[in-house]
């Protein structure tokens, strides 16, 4: 138990120092949020019109973190791949090492990486004006329904990753699955105003129940609580439900593969 | 048998690519064994399967006295590995990369740190111990890639094609490191494409060719397999008797060239060939310009049990 763990704990350490190395994954998870959440803000703000004359920017950064840590996910894609392509995996796999911890140091990187952008986005969202309104507690109830989504969602990369060739692909498989998935939810606008297909898929897509989860844990403006489909009136129970199932269906799966995978 | 590295009957298939078709190889305790071959010849499907990173679809393979199917983990303990397709890491710095797969190998943080410093001065990297390795020469790079594997001071080493495209002052210090390797007691599995290199490194050499073994034996050995020296004298007039007065030393056909001037043929290797052969030819009055004795290389055996020609001779055939 304690070499698993220890083997665990140096490769997530391994992988963090890539991160830190990697000029295009570590501005994943610093400069983006900065730059999104200016762009989002000010770019956008000013056109979209929340009922009840909400603030925009309060609105915003519960969106923000949704988007940045769906996109920046797309990290344990490309990392994966990389390693498996480069011959770091095969390396790692003549060592007496406990096997799954390679997958396992990977998503308790991305767990750590996930972390600092949605500290970065926090931020950011403070300097501009958003304020959890109910309390730390239901502040962090909201990251914390944040990370686990992010942690699921992680393990579908993996999947991604050990099923493309290489990272360049990797990198374009990641961006055909989780643009749409980021962008087609409430997390920028309000869903009312979109076509009535589009609304239905945002109105159950995961990214809207953990958003609006977030939302309404930091007293946030929410329009998706007048929105009748069962995840917009069950907020925290849906974005669980849906992180839940992401993580018992991909992990294994993502296990699997992996298996599959380094077995010639 | 009591060989530490021993595979029987190994093979592997790869779609419709056969890699290893029934190769069998043993390597004693303490032995160097050199697996020599063209491009796709089998090496490095054979060292993953005898490290563990594949699986033979028949045949088996003892590594340290485990089954490398069945029990991977141990032969895992026992083996150090330095392949071309298993690197070290890109991004980290040299030293990191040790203390990493110290760690990875059962070594606490402190024995880990220290066993990276140790290696890194033994193998010359101090300086660049806290580099990032895309930074390194490749010579620099591969020397790490050693280090990598030695840092438990395995009994076990696998070394699949050390030196391929290093430059020659790089392989030849590469060269220096393994056989102080060997002096420690190691017992090595070296597949190379050099023959030069198993001639400098290796006890014994196998080589194969399409997945399987054809040849085995010492260097001395396999040269002798396609018998002794070359003979090639360069006349000074044409001399239709001078293929009598070689006859006595040579060993199969003799040819001379269109002008009659270049006599080449296999002659027995014995102590002092080249002066009796000058003083024969002196004793029949034919006068040389040249005359060399070639001890065969290794690439003459190779291209002779492969099947390959070595040159393209335009030499006439004449009956000794």
């Known amino acids: 138990m304690r070499t698993m763990l220890r083997d665990v704990a140096v490769l997530t350490v391994r992988n963090l120092l890539h991160i830190r190395r990697e000029p295009l994954q570590l501005s994943d998870v610093t400069v983006q949020p900065v730059l999104f959440t200016l762009l989002f803000t000010y770019v956008f703000g000013a056109g979209v019109l929340l009922p009840h004359h909400g603030s925009y920017n309060a609105f915003a950064i519960a969106g923000l973190l949704a988007l940045n840590l769906t996109t920046s996910s797309m990290g344990t894609a490309v990392g994966l791949s990389t390693d498996l392509a480069s011959g770091a995996i095969d390396r790692f796999r003549t060592l007496p090492i406990w096997r799954p911890a390679v997958l396992a140091g990977r998503s308790l990187a991305d767990l750590l990486t996930a972390s600092l952008c949605a500290t970065i986005v926090a931020l950011m969202g403070l300097i501009i004006g958003w304020r959890p309104e109910d309390g730390i507690a239901r502040m962090l109830a909201g990251f914390a329904l944040f990370l686990f989504f992010s942690y699921a969602i992680s393990w579908y990369c993996a999947c991604l990753g050990i099923l493309s060739k290489g990272p360049e692909s990797a990198q374009g498989l990641g961006l055909i699955v989780l643009f ?18 589009l609304r239905v898929i945002a109105d159950w897509n995961p990214v809207s129940a953990v958003t609006a989860a977030a939302r309404e844990l930091w007293g946030n403006p929410n329009p998706s609580a007048a929105i009748g489909a069962w995840p917009m009136q069950h907020l925290v129970a849906a974005s669980l439900m849906w992180s839940t199932a992401i993580l018992i269906v991909f992990a294994p799966l993502a296990a699997l593969l992996y298996r599959r995978r380094t077995t010639e | 048998m009591d060989a530490t590295i021993e595979a029987h009957g190994l093979r592997k298939r790869f779609g ?6 029934g190769l069998d190889l043993a ?17 490095t499907t054979a060292v993953r399967i005898l490290t563990t990173l594949a699986r033979p679809d028949s045949g088996t393979a003892l590594v340290a006295g485990h089954d490398v199917v069945r029990e991977a983990e141990a032969v895992r303990r026992a083996i150090g590995v330095t392949a071309q397709n298993a690197t070290v890491d890109e991004v980290l710095s040299g030293r990191q990369n040790l203390v990493m797969i110290g760690r990875l ?3 606490r943080r402190r024995a880990a740190h220290a066993r990276a410093t140790e290696l890194l001065e033994q193998f010359e990297l101090t300086a660049a111990g806290d580099r990032i390795i895309r930074e390194y020469s490749g010579g620099m790079r591969r020397r790490l890639d050693l280090a990598a594997s030695l840092v438990t001071r395995p009994p076990v080493l696998f070394l699949d094609e ?9 392989r030849a210090r590469m060269w220096a490191i393994i056989r102080e390797l060997v002096g420690d007691g190691a017992t090595l599995l070296l597949t190379t494409q050099y023959l030069d290199e198993a001639d400098q490194l290796a006890d014994r050499i196998l080589v194969i060719d399409h997945g399987r073994a054809i040849s085995e034996g010492t260097a001395a050995e396999l ?18 008797s001078a293929p009598l007065a070689l ?8 040819r001379v060239s269109h002008d009659g001037l270049r006599v080449r043929a296999p002659v027995r290797s014995e102590p002092g060939l080249a002066t009796r052969i000058v003083r024969a030819l002196d004793d029949a009055g034919i006068t040389i310009d040249d005359v060399q004795v070639h001890q065969p290389s290794l690439d003459d055996v190779f291209f002779e049990l492969t099947g390959h020609t070595v040159e393209d001779d335009q030499d006439e055939s004449v009956a000794a």
Do not use: C, Y
């Open chain 1, 180 to 197: 749409p998935l980021a962008f087609v939810s409430n997390a920028m606008v309000p869903t009312q105003h979109m076509p009535a297909v």
């Open chain 2, 16 to 21: 419709a690519t056969v890699a290893l078709d």
């Open chain 2, 27 to 43: 390597v004693p305790a303490g032995a160097i064994l050199g697996v020599l071959g063209p491009n796709g010849a089998g090496k």
């Open chain 2, 105 to 107: 190998s059962g070594l």
């Open chain 2, 162 to 170: 050390p030196t391929t495209g290093l430059d020659p002052s790089s």
């Open chain 2, 223 to 240: 040269k002798a397999q396609i018998g002794g020296a070359r003979l090639e004298v360069t006349l000074t007039a044409s001399d239709r």
């Open chain 2, 247 to 254: 006859a006595p030393f040579v060993s199969g056909e003799v």
